[in-house]
């Protein structure tokens, strides 16, 4: 088995569940939906996904991801940007987003 940096095949990268009842649960995406960070696993941190801020029955802030597709707008792409904002995560501190107004890191654009 190779490892995943030296491998040419990106399957573990994505994968679209087109059985799933929720699908789609994001609208928008233009390339393959991917599937994988179905859960985004950016939640707890700082990200420039857009999101909005709540407070639920317990008294909690939480963030509302629903209108962001940067986990799911194809597999490569979707895979880097989960990767380079895992690099340095940064915890989540309940604020509004103010700090990122981005859609897309620069290795997440399509390929031409």
């Known amino acids: 088995m190779e490892p995943k940096d030296s ?10 569940n087109n059985a799933c009842p929720f699908m789609p649960c994001h609208r928008g995406v233009t390339r ?3 599937c994988l960070f179905c859960y985004c696993p950016l939640i707890a941190y700082e ?8 407070t639920d029955p317990r ?8 209108d962001c597709t940067l986990p799911h707008d194809g597999y490569r ?4 940007f989960i990767q380079k904002w895992l690099e340095r995560p940064v915890l989540w501190d309940g ?10 890191p620069e290795d997440a654009q399509p390929e031409p």
């Open 7 to 16: 491998t040419e095949n990106e399957a573990y990268k994505g994968f679209t």
């Open 95 to 104: 604020h509004e987003q103010t700090r990122y107004r981005v859609t897309r």
């Open 32 to 34: 393959e939906f991917n």
């Open 59 to 66: 008294g909690m802030r939480r963030k509302d991801c629903s």
């Open 77 to 80: 792409q979707s895979w880097n």
């Open 47 to 54: 990200c420039p996904g857009p999101y909005t801020v709540f």
